[in-house]
């Protein structure tokens, strides 16, 4: 069974930080790119962090670049967001999600970990 489970949501202050955790199971995890996204309540999905099957080049959204750091561990099965200097506007639902290279996704996702940025 295919499944990816995410982890490290809830609530931060401004400026605070968060690590989120996502494994994977079911499936070859080296085989596959991995995503980061996230929703915010009526908004559209926004994929924030790209990384490819080795882990050695990650990608990051401008809005996010200069904060966040995208990483994956092959033989834990798992993939990593920290997130530094949080922002109250960066409140959402993330989730992992695998692809086969940048840019193309599956639809293999998790159900998410919700991120609550305020004071």
């Known amino acids: 069974q295919v499944q990816l489970v995410e982890s490290g949501g809830g609530w931060v202050q401004p400026g605070g ?23 915010a309540p009526g908004r559209a999905p926004e994929r924030i962090a790209e990384i490819n099957k080795s882990g050695y080049t990650p990608k990051l959204a401008d809005s996010v670049k200069d904060r966040f750091d995208i990483d994956r561990d092959n033989n834990l099965n798992t993939l990593w967001l920290q997130m530094d200097n949080l922002k109250p506007e960066e409140t959402a639902l993330y989730y992992c999600e695998r692809g086969r290279r940048f840019g193309d996704y599956d639809g293999v996702r ?8 305020s004071s």
């Open 110 to 117: 998790g159900q998410g970990t919700q991120v609550t940025v």
């Open 17 to 39: 930080s968060l690590r989120l955790s996502c494994t994977a199971s079911g499936f070859t995890f080296s085989n596959y790119y991995m995503s980061w996204v996230r929703q």
